[in-house]
Structures are given as structure tokens and as C-alpha cells.
């Protein structure tokens, strides 16, 4: 009786926490993609920590919360050995992963095409700033304008969900028959991969 009890009230709550150390593009995106209105109470936070420090911090919303989701970038985090341990700590603490090899704007790109192939910073850049061009709008790429994410990008949301599903589930399914299916993704290895879209996917948002 005790354990319904306490699967009643995790579904009763409402709260869904979104921890990014991104302080600008992330932040920004997720604070804007609210305005679609999901089922749940959205709290969108900026912590300045690495991957291992934003598990640590979002474990401690678990308890109050339906869901929590820490936002990263690959990065150098891997070759830090503090990944791995990230990923770890927040199987074991109820904390899901929202993960952007090298960078989120491998998410923004999915906004208009499939991310899928071997990009670097520059890159990524490039790739937006012709986008912007091809809607004839005469801007460039700047991550801290928050006036091209909210007109550009997050209405094309549903976009990137089927854009970055189609290449994470491709490099999964190539990961499985290699290595088996209990093996961990070598996701630090899985340039232009994110998993963004399983977070917009949670949110559950009004398409209206």
C-alpha cells in the first residue's frame, strides 16, 4: 500500500527542472520553447558546473519533482573522466541526460536538416549562418541573440526531434550490432549526435 501510495504522488507532481551550463544559447532556447505550453510546471536553471556537477546539483530536485534533466556538450568532458561518471551518478539518482556532441548547435542545425555529419565549432557556425541567409533575413549565427532562436528555430522544434531521433537512433543501432546492446554508447565518439530531442519529447508539448 505504502509503494502506490508513493508511485501516486510522483505522478501527481508537475514539476519538470531543466539544468543547463549553457548560460546564453541553452538557457535561452529552453526558456523560449516554454511559450508551447507542456503539461508540466517548467523550471528552466543555469548552473555554471561541468556534466558531473549539474547531476550532482539536479539530483537534489529529484525528490520534488516528476521529471529532472541535465542539458551538456561532449566537449572535453570525456577526456576530464568526469563523463562517464556524470552519466553514472544520474542512472543512479533519477536525473535523465540531454547530451549535444560537440556543442548545441548540432540541436539548432536539426532545426532545418539532419546534423549527421563530422562538424567542428566553425563548422556549425557555417551551417547556421547559411541557413539565416537562405531566409533572406541578413543575419549571422550569434548565439546570445535570443530574437533568432524564438523566430527560426523554436517554432521548427517538431523538425529537430525527427531530425536528431533519425541520426541517434541510426548511430545506436550501429553501436548494437558492433558491440551488444549492454554495451555503454561511446557518445564522446559520436560527433554531430544529440539527444535534445528526448528532452523536448518529455516536455509533452502543446502542438496547438
Known amino acids: 500500500m505504502a509503494r502506490r501510495a508513493k508511485i501516486k504522488r510522483q505522478e501527481e507532481r508537475d514539476k519538470f527542472y531543466i539544468i ?19 503539461i508540466y510546471d517548467v523550471t528552466v536553471e543555469f548552473t555554471n558546473s561541468d556534466p558531473y556537477g549539474l547531476v550532482e546539483y539536479a539530483s ?13 556538450d561532449v566537449d572535453n568532458s570525456h577526456k576530464d573522466g568526469r563523463l562517464v561518471q556524470a552519466i553514472k551518478l544520474a542512472e543512479s539518482n533519477g536525473v535523465k541526460c540531454a547530451f549535444s556532441n560537440l556543442a548545441f548547435e548540432v540541436w539548432l542545425i ?11 565549432t566553425d563548422g556549425h ?7 539565416l541567409s537562405e531566409q533572406k533575413v541578413g543575419l549571422k549565427y550569434d548565439k546570445a541573440d535570443e530574437t533568432v532562436l524564438e523566430k527560426y528555430f523554436v517554432p ?16 545506436m543501432k550501429e553501436h548494437i550490432e558492433k558491440c551488444g546492446e549492454n554495451s555503454r554508447p561511446p557518445i564522446w565518439n559520436w560527433n554531430s549526435c544529440t539527444t535534445v530531442y528526448k528532452l523536448v519529447e518529455a516536455l509533452k508539448l502543446s502542438v496547438c
Open 110 to 120: 536539426d532545426h532545418f536538416q539532419k546534423c549527421n555529419q563530422y562538424l567542428d
Open 20 to 38: 543547463t551550463n549553457g548560460k546564453r544559447t541553452e538557457y535561452n532556447y529552453f526558456t523560449l520553447l516554454k511559450s508551447k505550453k507542456s
Open 60 to 72: 537534489r530536485l529529484v525528490p520534488e519533482s516528476n521529471q529532472v534533466w541535465v542539458v551538456f
Open 125 to 131: 557556425k557555417r551551417m547556421l549562418d547559411k541557413y
Open 156 to 171: 521548427n522544434y517538431e523538425i529537430a526531434v525527427d531530425n536528431a531521433k533519425a541520426v541517434f537512433q541510426t548511430m
